[in-house]
């Protein structure tokens, strides 16, 4: 491409906030971990090891009875509150700088479940609400 010959007004997007094509047969929960499957469409979290942890939904989006791409879900980037696993996948504040595995659309997990889970994020902290996990 050649270079500029006159000015332009150039956009620009802060990098939080997405609209994704939603997979078929997916339906995605206000609220819900969202993932990029390995063919680039939106799904919710689960225990899969070709997913991408995209961000929180900001809507819902039903796509049930659609095509891959037939609607999509306003998703947005940060740090977030998830459900802690249970027993030995348990995060404690020991695992804070840690990576942490998804388990679901709502947990999150200390361990890759014998390398069956993709990674959800950076663990930030554990409190009451949850594990806080960046998503970038």
Do not use: H
Not at 9 to 38: H, M, T, W, Y
Not at 50 to 68: C, E, H, P, R
Not at 70 to 77: G, Y
């Amino acid at each position: 491409m050649a270079a500029l010959t006159e000015d332009r007004i150039a956009q620009e997007r802060q990098g939080r906030n997405f609209s994704r094509p939603v997979a078929a047969d997916k339906k995605i929960f206000l609220g819900a971990l969202v993932c990029l499957s390995a063919t680039g469409y939106a799904t919710p979290g689960a225990t899969a090891t070709t997913l991408v942890a995209d961000g929180i939904a900001m809507s819902s989006a039903d796509n049930t009875d659609g095509a891959d791409g037939d609607i999509r879900v306003d998703v947005r980037k940060g740090t977030f509150p998830f459900k802690n696993s249970a027993a030995g996948d348990a995060i404690t504040i020991a695992d804070i700088g840690s990576d942490c595995y998804i388990v679901d659309d709502q947990t999150v997990a200390k361990t890759d479940g014998a390398t069956t889970r993709s990674i959800a994020g950076k663990i930030v902290d554990l409190d009451a609400y949850g594990v806080w996990v960046e998503i970038d």
